[in-house]
């Protein structure tokens, strides 16, 4: 059974930049599993719908939520079957728990970022 898990979040200031991990473990069924089917990264705020950040498809293709085009940038690396979330230019309203998700596999346990002076 794959299993992923999140880490780096944090508090950070506005204007500051921040990376998200998530790792995937499992043993065999792990590996280059973000090149199979891709990874996803969600965020939950408090008292809102869990909404769709950043995506890299398998084919490596990349998509982003209008709200951190420019700003955000997701990658995976095969070697060490983990995917990343660069958060730049942070602002108060990137505060939330997020999450990462390899679609129809497994969802992250969630890490929590709050952006505040």
């Known amino acids: 059974q794959v299993q992923l898990a999140e880490s780096g979040g944090g508090l950070a200031q506005p204007g500051e930049s921040l990376t998200l991990s998530c790792a995937a473990s499992?043993?065999?069924?792990?590996?280059?599993?973000?090149?199979?089917?891709?990874i996803s990264w969600y965020r939950q705020a408090p008292g809102s719908a869990r909404e769709l950040v950043a995506r890299?498809?398998?084919?490596?293709?990349?998509d982003f939520a209008d709200s951190v085009k420019g700003r955000f940038t997701i990658s995976r690396d095969q070697t060490n079957n983990t995917a990343y979330l660069q958060m730049h230019n942070l602002t108060t309203e990137d505060t939330a728990v997020y999450f990462c998700l390899i679609p129809g596999i497994a969802w992250g346990q969630g890490t929590q970022l709050i952006v505040s002076s």
């Open positions: 890299i498809l398998s084919s490596g293709s990349t």
């Open positions: 499992g043993g065999r069924r792990s590996e280059g599993i973000f090149r199979l089917y891709g």
